[in-house]
């Protein structure tokens, strides 16, 4: 069971939802989560990935305590993935 948490920024996605349990099969990657959170809440892979299928700029995903930039990284059972947004200010 992978376990996933939101930020704040995806509650109107989420119903306030901000943590969960995705079961994925074996071999799966950063993409089949996004693709499976899609299919839970509709919209929020858009916010969270471009056109382009790269994670957006504002935002920051990690699979463990490890920061990464590309979908394609692997998602074991039992890791935790943690979708950050960026904070702005002046």
């Known amino acids: 069971m992978i376990r996933v948490f939101l930020p704040s920024q995806l509650d109107d996605y989420t119903q306030g939802q901000r943590e969960l349990n995705l079961e994925l099969a074996s071999g799966s990657n950063l ?3 996004i693709a499976a959170l899609e299919g839970l809440y509709a919209g929020l892979a858009f916010r969270v990935v471009d056109e382009h ?3 957006r700029r504002h935002i920051a ?3 463990g305590e490890v920061l990464v930039r590309d979908l394609s990284v692997p998602v074991a059972p039992n890791d935790r993935v943690q979708i ?3 904070l702005s200010g002046g």
Do not use: C, K, L, N
Request: aromatic share 8%; net charge neutral; glycine share 16%.
């Open 84 to 86: 950050v947004g960026a």
């Open 31 to 33: 993409a089949d989560v």
């Open 53 to 55: 299928g790269r994670i």
């Open 61 to 63: 995903i990690f699979v």
